[in-house]
């Protein structure tokens, strides 16, 4: 998916009522309501509960939790 916010600093609102409309369930006055930190917020909630995490997140790994051959 696109990032909402790219490197020039212009916003894809497109995007952004999508994801707000429609991933979020979002009526229209609640979208234009909502602050773009709030939308994303609310997205990344989104992603964890759908098991839909884009990133690999590194875990910290201690030396007793590594299997020896």
């Known amino acids: 998916m696109e990032p909402a916010h790219s490197q020039n600093k212009s916003w894809d609102w497109a995007w952004l009522y999508y994801l707000g409309t429609n991933i979020l369930r979002m009526s229209e006055e609640e979208f234009w309501k ?36």
């Open 34 to 69: 909502c602050t773009p930190r709030k939308l994303m917020a609310l997205y990344d909630v989104h992603k964890q509960v759908k098991g839909i995490e884009t990133q690999e997140e590194e875990q910290e790994v201690f030396a007793d939790q590594i299997a020896f051959l």
